[in-house]
């Protein structure tokens, strides 16, 4: 298996964020069952710990990331739980 880049994992992980924050805002109806929002958040959380330990030396970038998916990772939560999960 070849390794991935962090930025490759940065990028896939806005993506992800971004996916799961458009699937939030327009669903009408919540189900109790959230398979999508909960790989979300686990993808999220894995992108985290990555970006926790590369080094800091990015020019701010990794840092800005970070707080990025924190963010995301919130908002995933917050659909989850108005879904009444």
């Known amino acids: 298996m070849e390794p991935v880049s962090r930025r ?38 894995a992108a985290m710990a990555s970006l926790s330990r590369a080094t800091p030396n990015k020019g701010g970038h990794r840092e800005r990331a970070m707080a990025l998916v924190s963010d995301a990772i919130r908002e995933v939560r917050a659909g989850i739980a108005y879904g009444g999960y």
Do not use: H, I, W, Y
């Open 8 to 45: 490759s994992l940065a990028k896939v992980s806005l993506g992800v964020a971004a996916a799961a924050l458009v699937l939030a805002e327009t669903a009408t109806e919540a189900a109790a069952f959230q398979p999508n929002m909960d790989e979300a958040l686990r993808a999220l959380e």
